[in-house]
């Protein structure tokens, strides 16, 4: 058999994406409302002027699982309990609409002892990625 490796485009990536949820989801049904099987949820903190300075985006995925991809809160505004608020309000929004567990994953430069203080737990790190550092992978169950 003959074949061609090619670069796809966002039309290809979107058919690939869907053939891997059609083919999970003839394994195992999805537990959630509606068709659609990615739903996203994301809450923001704004300023007086409206400025965003922190936020956090996540989403809703099948079998009741969340997954945060970002949060970020601005240098100036750390340590005030922001970030705090605003994943506990994506994590509210998530249970709402089903979720039972909740995942992210972290550098250890960046967050990692800020989740454990918000109820996360490692269940799994990659070492030396980047070189010399680790990435944890933790959950939360809602």
């Not at 002892?113 to 490692?122: P, R, T």
């Amino acid at each position: 058999m003959n074949y061609d490796i090619l670069a796809i485009n966002d039309e290809d990536s979107d058919y690939i994406d869907d053939k891997i949820v059609e083919y999970n989801l003839s394994k195992m049904p999805a537990e959630c409302e509606g068709n659609r099987v990615v739903k996203w949820f994301g809450k923001k903190i704004t300023d007086n002027d409206g400025k965003i300075i922190a936020g956090c985006v996540a989403a809703r995925t099948v079998w009741g699982t969340a997954e945060v991809s970002v949060l970020w809160v601005d240098e100036a505004y750390r340590k005030q309990g922001l970030g705090s608020e605003v994943l506990g309000a994506v994590e509210s929004e998530v249970k709402e609409n089903g979720c039972t567990i909740i995942l992210l994953d972290t550098f250890d430069w960046q967050a990692k002892g800020f989740y454990e203080k918000n109820g996360y737990s490692v269940f799994g790190e990659l070492k030396d990625c980047p070189k010399g550092h680790s990435r944890y992978y933790m959950s939360k169950s809602l």
